[in-house]
Structure formats: C-alpha cells, structure tokens
C-alpha cells in the first residue's frame, strides 16, 4: 500500500535554526516520478517545492538533497505525475474545486460568458477560490444568429475582426470560433488574431478541417472539419450546420462512411499543416450511448450537484437533438473510426491533446477527463502518449513551458497516484493528493472543498 506521511516543519523541525536553507519549503520523497518530458520514471524521487508554489529541483535522491529545516512529505509506493491539463472544457465556479480533486491543476477553457470566466481566472490566480489554471478564450465567435447565448454573433468580417479584439483585451490564451463561421469569417479571424499574437482554435462547422488548417487555425476541437474533409462533396455538412443538432448529428453518422485511404490522405495533410486535434472522444462516447440506461449508470457524476444533474435533463436533450435508433446506431458505428483517425494522427507524429468538455451533459469535471484518457488508449495509444496528451502536449497546445511537467523551475502542479499509471491508464483515478500551486491537499481535502461551496 502506498504510504503518504506529512512531516511539518514547524512541528519535526523545531530543533532547526531560523535561518535554515529549507525553512518555507517542502520535500517530496520517496516517490516514483514521471515528470512528463519524456524520462524514464525515477525511483524514490525527491522534489523540492517553494513557498512561492514552484519546484526547485526534482530528480533521484542522489541528485536532489532534503535542505535542512524542509517539511517532509514521504511518499513511498506511490507514483507522481504532473498535474493534468483539461484541454477542452467550461468552467464555471462549481466545477473548480471538482476538477482539483481530479488532479485536473489546469482548464484550456473554450467558450463561456466572457465576463464570468475572466472573473474566475482572476479569483483562481489570487487564490480567492480554489481551481486549475485557466487559460480562456472569453465568448465563443460565431456567425448569425449566435448558436448559444453566451457566443458572440459576427454577421461581418469586421464584426468578426472586432470580436478578436475584444478576446486580446482580456488577454485570452486563444480565440475560438464556432460552427456557423464561414471562411470568409474565419479568414478574417485568423488574420486580425495573427496581428495580436493569438492563436485560433475552432468547433468547425462550415469550413472544413483541411482548409481551415491552410487558413491558419491552431487546432481544431471535437476533430471537427475532418468528415467535411474526407467526404467528396461537403456541402451537405455545411448546410446541416445552419441547425447545431442536424449538423452535429449528420456529422457523427458521417464517420461512419469514411473511406479509409481518405481518411489518411486526411490525416497527414493536417500533420504537415501543424494542427491540434482535441478529439473530446468522452463527448463522442456519451453522444452514442445517450439512450443506453446501462452504460449511463456507469458514469462518475459523484461530484455533481442535484441541481445540475437536473439541470442535464438528457431526455429533454434527446428529444431537443431529434435522436432516434437509427442514430445511436450510426454513432455506435462511428466510433471505432473516430479512434482509427486519432490513432493514426498519433502515429504520423500530430500533436493530440486530451479534453473533456466538462461540464457539458454527463460530462462531469475531472472524471471526463480520466475517461478521455482512457478512450485515448482503447483507440490505441499507449497509456504513456495518454498521458502526454493531458500534461506535456496540452500544455504545448497552450503555449507554456511552466506546466504539463515536473521540472526545476516549473510550477509546484502534481498529482500523488496510488498505483502505475505507465501499467494502467485507470490508474490516473487512484489519486492519493494533489499539489496545486505548490499547496498540498489529500483527496479528502479535496472532496471537502467541494461539499463546502
């Protein structure tokens, strides 16, 4: 059994004189250490975190010593790995300490009511609330009419200029369009976001992947464009997507015709184009078992309030999104090629970062993104690129050096595990504690936070 004990300072290190190297710091020790660089694990590893919440050294006991008057915390028999990054999620204050207790440190968030979502990064960030990073987008950019009300509708390219402009004055990490944003738009968007510096990601629509990857786009969410992509004539698709339900629907069953030399012809053109791909493949999951009673009884909704699982209404959903049997059998159809082209943009070397869309219908925060790992590897990734997908790579996707990672010099992110996840990817779940701005919480800690907001 794993055996975490927490020595503190002002307690054990009493005997200590004032001025000792280690006072306001504090040890993690005996671990097995998977920093997410790409090392092999290190066996009874120690790090060395700062007052300030950032990592002075990290490495094997022979490399890194203890400084004198440190705190202890002896972890052996568990396994540390960096904090998990959400590549695609929306928060809202409820989910935050949620996805902390998931060992979810950091949110790429995508869409939300602008003025909130700022809000909460600022509380985050001061430390008013306890959360993840959040590196937001602001308000979705959409064409007319918006698809949500929390989107910014743009009937002009202007308009469309002017919403990025409103997203680099927040200082958003990226801007994100949504389905009914034509190329014309997009260009746009692209062009007035390069001026600035901001990347562009998209919940594609009427632009297909491949073109909206010449155009400039960063990354693309939900593989969205890829059928579009694929097919011989898109138009269909792009009409669909007047309606959100019908396009998204007539995308889902579109997979399933994909044929399989284009889908790789597809694959690698986006690869030498330099795109993300965020599959959100618990989305894709849940939206093929949405009528299946015995599949939705296994999902994880123990941190959801009443009131949201409420609020989820799935069978109002159901009849909102005009689903029918014919419809759960097509998606269940798609799924196994959905996996074949995030499989092979693995394999061609494109960088896929794990997302969850928490907390969307029966996509609670953090546990989706245990069970995105986990898609990720039944699709065929090894749970080592599963992992990078939520650490090393998203952090990449965001564009900073300070996360996905245990390394000197990097934030204090991490999550103390109970078994391998390298053995099994299930075992990201097991979670011991989580250091979170260098501040250590157990996992009781954590689910007290939440039952006290």
Same mark, same amino acid.
């Given at each position: 059994?794993? +055996?975490?004990?927490?020595?503190?300072?002002?307690? !054990?290190?009493? +005997?200590?004189?004032?001025? !000792?190297?280690?006072?306001?710091?504090?040890?993690?020790?005996?671990?097995?250490? #998977?920093?997410?660089?790409?090392?092999?694990?290190?066996?009874?590893?120690?790090?060395?975190?700062?007052?300030?919440?950032?990592?002075?050294?990290? @490495?094997?006991?022979?490399?890194?010593?203890?400084?004198?008057? &440190?705190? /202890?915390?002896?972890?052996?028999?568990?396994?540390?790995?960096?904090?998990?990054?959400?590549?695609?999620?929306?928060?809202?204050? #409820?989910?935050?300490?949620?996805?902390?207790?998931?060992?979810?440190?950091?949110?790429?968030?995508?869409?939300?009511?602008?003025?909130?979502?700022?809000?909460?990064?600022?509380?985050?960030?001061?430390?008013?609330?306890?959360?993840?990073?959040?590196?937001?987008?602001?308000?979705?950019?959409? @064409?007319?009419?918006?698809?949500?009300?929390?989107?910014?509708?743009?009937?002009?390219?202007?308009?469309?200029?002017? &919403?990025?402009?409103?997203?680099?004055? $927040?200082?958003?990490?990226?801007?994100?369009?949504?389905?009914?944003?034509?190329?014309?738009?997009?260009? &746009?968007?692209?062009?007035?976001? !390069?001026?600035?510096?901001?990347?562009?990601?998209?919940?594609?629509?009427?632009?297909?992947?491949?073109?909206?990857?010449?155009? @400039?786009?960063? %990354?693309?969410?939900?593989?969205?464009?890829?059928?579009?992509?694929?097919?011989?004539?898109?138009?269909?698709?792009?009409?669909?997507?007047?309606?959100? +339900?019908?396009? #998204?629907? /007539?995308?889902?069953?579109?997979?399933?015709?994909?044929?399989?030399?284009?889908?790789?012809?597809?694959?690698?053109?986006?690869?030498?184009?330099?795109?993300? $791909?965020?599959?959100?493949?618990?989305?894709?999951?849940?939206? &093929?078992?949405?009528?299946?009673?015995?599949?939705?009884?296994?999902?994880?909704?123990?941190?959801?309030?009443?009131?949201?699982?409420?609020?989820?209404?799935?069978?109002?959903?159901?009849?909102?999104?005009?689903?029918? +049997?014919?419809?759960?059998?097509?998606?269940?159809?798609?799924?196994?090629?959905?996996?074949?082209?995030?499989?092979?943009?693995?394999?061609?070397?494109?960088?896929?970062?794990? @997302?969850?869309?928490?907390?969307?219908? *029966? /996509?609670?925060?953090?546990?989706?993104?245990?069970?995105?790992?986990?898609?990720?590897?039944?699709?065929?990734?090894?749970?080592?690129?599963? *992992?990078?997908?939520?650490?090393?790579?998203?952090?990449?996707?965001?564009?900073?050096?300070?996360?996905?990672?245990?390394?000197?010099?990097?934030?204090?992110?991490?999550?103390?595990?109970?078994?391998?996840?390298?053995?099994?990817?299930?075992?990201?779940?097991?979670?011991?504690?989580?250091?979170?701005?260098?501040?250590?919480?157990? !996992? %009781?800690?954590?689910?007290?936070? #939440?039952?006290?907001?």
């Amino acid at each position: 059994m794993p +055996f975490l004990f927490v020595l503190p300072a002002t307690t !054990s290190l009493a +005997f200590l004189a004032g001025c !000792s190297p280690g006072k306001g710091k504090t040890a993690y020790v005996g671990a097995t250490l #998977w920093d997410g660089t790409g090392a092999p694990p290190v066996r009874d590893a120690v790090i060395i975190v700062t007052s300030s919440g950032h990592i002075e050294r990290a @490495g094997p006991p022979d490399a890194v010593k203890v400084p004198r008057g &440190a705190a /202890l915390v002896r972890a052996e028999g568990t396994w540390i790995i960096p904090g998990l990054i959400d590549a695609h999620a929306h928060a809202e204050r #409820w989910t935050l300490p949620r996805f902390l207790a998931y060992g979810v440190t950091a949110v790429r968030d995508v869409g939300g009511q602008q003025d909130s979502i700022v809000a909460l990064r600022e509380a985050t960030s001061l430390g008013a609330v306890p959360g993840p990073r959040l590196y937001i987008s602001g308000a979705m950019i959409d @064409g007319t009419p918006a698809t949500w009300r929390t989107a910014t509708a743009t009937a002009t390219e202007d308009a469309a200029r002017r &919403a990025v402009d409103a997203r680099a004055l $927040i200082d958003a990490t990226q801007a994100k369009v949504y389905t009914r944003i034509d190329s014309a738009r997009l260009a &746009a968007i692209i062009d007035e976001a !390069s001026t600035v510096s901001l990347p562009v990601t998209g919940h594609l629509g009427k632009v297909d992947a491949v073109r909206a990857a010449h155009m @400039g786009i960063r %990354a693309i969410e939900h593989a969205t464009g890829v059928v579009e992509a694929t097919v011989a004539d898109p138009t269909p698709y792009f009409q669909a997507h007047d309606d959100f +339900f019908r396009g #998204w629907n /007539l995308v889902e069953r579109g997979w399933a015709t994909l044929d399989p030399a284009a889908l790789q012809r597809t694959a690698e053109t986006l690869k030498q184009a330099g795109v993300a $791909i965020v599959p959100t493949l618990a989305l894709h999951e849940i939206w &093929a078992h949405l009528e299946d009673s015995t599949y939705l009884v296994t999902l994880d909704l123990t941190g959801v309030p009443p009131s949201v699982q409420e609020a989820w209404d799935v069978p109002d959903l159901i009849a909102r999104a005009r689903l029918g +049997f014919d419809d759960y059998v097509a998606f269940r159809r798609s799924r196994p090629v959905q996996d074949r082209f995030v499989r092979a943009y693995h394999r061609l070397g494109g960088l896929i970062a794990a @997302g969850s869309d928490a907390p969307n219908q *029966l /996509l609670p925060p953090g546990a989706s993104l245990h069970e995105e790992l986990a898609l990720l590897v039944s699709a065929g990734l090894a749970p080592r690129d599963a *992992l990078f997908a939520a650490t090393r790579d998203a952090a990449r996707l965001l564009g900073v050096d300070s996360i996905g990672v245990v390394r000197d010099g990097g934030v204090a992110d991490f999550v103390i595990l109970a078994a391998s996840p390298l053995d099994d990817i299930k075992n990201t779940r097991r979670i011991e504690a989580v250091v979170a701005r260098g501040v250590y919480r157990t !996992s %009781a800690d954590l689910r007290a936070l #939440w039952r006290a907001r």
